[in-house]
């Protein structure tokens, strides 16, 4: 066993969910922050980091996009730029219940192309 990166728990909360991308990229949670990572050699080196507004218990990745499932019950569309960079906001769909929408802690999905328009559409 080898440790590739170690980062001390800060106030925002340890590590909830990781998820391995295409290229060498590792997306992990920590409190309510959405982290990327290049692996390199070896090493985990951090890319961009992002706020999703609530704790992140969960992620998946379809395409370019990062699925996160938060405390609030929400879920948060986080667009992926080159690199793994987080460029913009991320998108969020909140709980149908509002604040007393139980947490999302588990969320899997995939891509629907619809033939005759083009449109691409997310199961989640």
């Not at 290229?23 to 890319?47: C, D, M, Q």
């Not at 990745?61 to 080159?82: H, T, V, Y």
Request: hydrophobic share 35%; proline share 6%; charged share 20%.
């Amino acid at each position: 066993k080898k440790v590739l990166h170690k980062e001390e728990a800060r106030r925002g909360g340890s590590c909830a969910a990781v998820k391995w991308a295409p290229g060498n990229y590792l997306f992990a949670s920590f409190g309510n922050r959405v982290a990327s990572y290049l692996l390199s050699n070896g090493t985990l080196r951090p890319v961009s980091k992002i706020s999703a507004e609530s704790p992140v218990h969960c992620l998946t990745l379809i395409e370019e996009n990062l699925f996160a499932g938060c405390a609030d019950g929400g879920l948060r569309m986080i667009p992926i730029g080159e690199g793994a960079h987080f460029n913009t906001s991320p998108q969020p769909w909140r709980g149908v219940n509002g604040e007393k929408s139980p947490a999302l802690i588990s969320i899997s999905g995939s891509k629907i192309q619809r033939s005759e328009s083009g449109q691409r559409r997310y199961l989640i």
